[in-house]
DNA sequence: TCTGGGGTCCTAGGACCC
DNA sequence: TCTGGGGTCCTAGGACCC
């Protein structure tokens, strides 16, 4: 039998200030996101005074300095530090570590006597608390998705934070208590499609049929279910190196001069650069993108986003900071505020060199559904016009591009789901099939 | 005024070829 | 001109994770 561990460090961004400021040990502490927006973590004492995840800085300002919690700006190059330690001090306890987010690592425990396992896990938990500062849960299961929910159980009753869990009917117990949105890879989406099936806890999605299941949840569901039963579906993975590579951020005050634009672009193509290196590969492609505060109803939006191809693949800081400043200028229009930007690098090898693309007609600002189909009725005459049912307009007299390959996919479905979002409009859902359609 | 920044995988159906 | 089957690749849409 397969044995899984998953180990999670415990409220991992506030436990790495912690080690840095022992004498917050105890005391509430969150830590922001860029630009001290929200909250993205809490230590135990922060939860229980009701500070969510995600909460807005502006609306718990207050409440938090009532309650004196420690608010930190992250600090990202320390937590990928600290992880990085984390993560070699389990490599110790296992030669099969699966790195799985900046926080958390699935072992693999195949020919370990299961006797000795929880102890094994406890030395291991001793160790990277000794090491590193840090906390972790440990859980342990025939399958991945078991060893989640073992971790659960790891973090919230047992007093080690170990806890294994192999006993079918003890499991039984524990899994009829967990709410089927606990399950990892169940959101809230597929939640809801199960308890319309009259599935609400984790027994009963083990207990379900996974025929039907796979019909309601297509064959991942069905994974989960068998791997809900013991039977192993999801395999430790090495890490593989990254298929794309975005960096982004919103700036903290808006931008409005091009200037700033293409400095800021430059930075995030170098930091997006550096990963690139560092996992060894060459970008075919770079994409660019700009946008307006969606949030400020009353703004002028605009967003829109370009991508470059090279004719052969580069890691150059210098070629891909050249391209995304020229995309940059091609997408910059005055007379917005400028609220987010970004880069991401592709693997796009089917890109003539040199060639931009704009992926948006120029949106005016406030647009109205009226004016916007209007606007996509020309487009579509531009694209039958050029021949390829490409998403591109011909105002900068640059030569339509059609985009293809898996990178390709990759852009069109992230800024598909960017129109979407900002629109709000179905029109802009099936707009690109029926341009597909014109070919 | 403020409301994060990254990633990956699966599938139905169409295009195209034999 | 119409019909049909099998195979592969691509597109578009829908999810999920930390």
Redesign the pocket.
Same mark, same amino acid.
């Given at each position: 039998m397969p044995l899984y561990a998953l180990v +999670?460090c415990n409220n /991992?961004y506030a436990s790495c200030e912690r080690v840095f400021a022992p004498h917050l040990n105890g005391k509430p502490v969150v830590v922001l996101?860029?630009? +001290?927006?929200?909250v993205?973590a809490r230590s135990d004492e922060a939860k229980a005074l009701g500070v969510p995840?995600?909460a807005?800085?502006?609306?718990y300002d207050g409440m938090m300095r009532r309650h004196k919690i420690n608010v930190f700006s992250s600090n990202y190059a320390l937590y990928g530090d600290m992880s990085a330690r984390v993560m070699k001090t389990m490599e110790q306890f296992t030669p099969d570590v699966e790195v799985?987010?900046? +926080?958390?690592a699935f072992l693999g425990l195949t020919g370990f006597d299961p006797a000795s396992l929880p102890q094994h896990m406890r030395n291991l938990r001793q160790a990277v608390r000794q090491w590193t500062g840090i906390p972790v849960s440990v859980g342990i299961a025939p399958t991945k998705t078991l060893a989640?929910l073992a971790n659960r159980i790891a973090k919230k009753y047992t007093p080690d934070g170990v806890y294994m869990m192999t006993d079918p009917q003890l499991m039984t117990r524990i899994l009829g208590d967990i709410e089927i949105?606990d399950?990892?890879?169940?959101?809230?989406?597929?939640?809801?499609?199960l308890r319309a099936l009259g599935i609400g806890t984790a027994l009963e999605l083990q207990r379900a049929s996974p025929r039907q299941i796979?019909q309601a949840?297509?064959?991942?569901g069905? $994974?989960i279910v068998h791997e809900l039963n013991g039977q192993s579906c999801l395999t430790l993975?090495e890490v593989?190196?990254?298929?794309?590579?975005?960096?982004?951020?919103? /700036?903290? *005050?808006?931008v409005a001069d091009c200037q700033s634009l293409e400095e800021a672009i430059a930075s995030?193509t170098a $930091?997006?650069a550096e990963?690139l290196r560092r996992q060894h590969s060459r970008a075919g492609g770079i994409y660019v993108f700009i946008r307006t505060?969606? /949030?400020?109803?009353d703004d002028p939006q605009y967003s829109n986003a370009a991508m470059v191809g090279f004719d052969d693949a580069t890691d150059d800081t210098a070629s891909l900071i050249r391209a995304a400043t020229s995309a940059i200028r091609h997408l910059y229009r005055p007379g917005y505020r400028y609220?987010?930007a970004?880069v991401?690098?592709t693997d796009l090898t089917d890109q003539d060199g040199g060639q931009i693309s704009l992926f948006n007609p120029d949106p005016a600002p406030d647009v109205t559904r009226a004016q916007q189909s209007r606007r996509m009725a020309v487009l579509d005459q531009v694209n039958a016009a050029m021949g390829q049912?490409t998403?591109f307009h011909a105002a900068e007299g640059l030569a339509p591009k059609?985009?293809?390959?898996?990178q390709?996919?990759?852009v069109?479905? *992230?800024e598909?789901?960017r129109m979407?979002a900002r629109f709000k409009s179905p029109a802009y *859902? *099936?707009?690109?099939?029926?341009?597909?359609?014109v070919?």
């Open positions: +999670d /991992f996101s860029n630009n +001290d927006g929200c993205i995840m995600g807005p800085l502006h609306e799985y987010s900046i +926080d958390e989640k949105e399950i990892w890879g169940i959101s809230k989406r597929w939640g809801a499609r796979r949840l297509s064959v991942v069905e $994974r993975d593989q190196p990254k298929q794309s590579i975005m960096s982004s951020r919103s /700036f903290g *005050t808006m995030y $930091r997006a990963k505060n969606r /949030f400020r109803k609220h987010k970004g991401m690098l049912g998403l059609p985009r293809t390959g898996a390709g996919r990759r069109l479905n *992230t598909r789901w979407r *859902t *099936t707009r690109w099939s029926e341009l597909a359609k070919r």
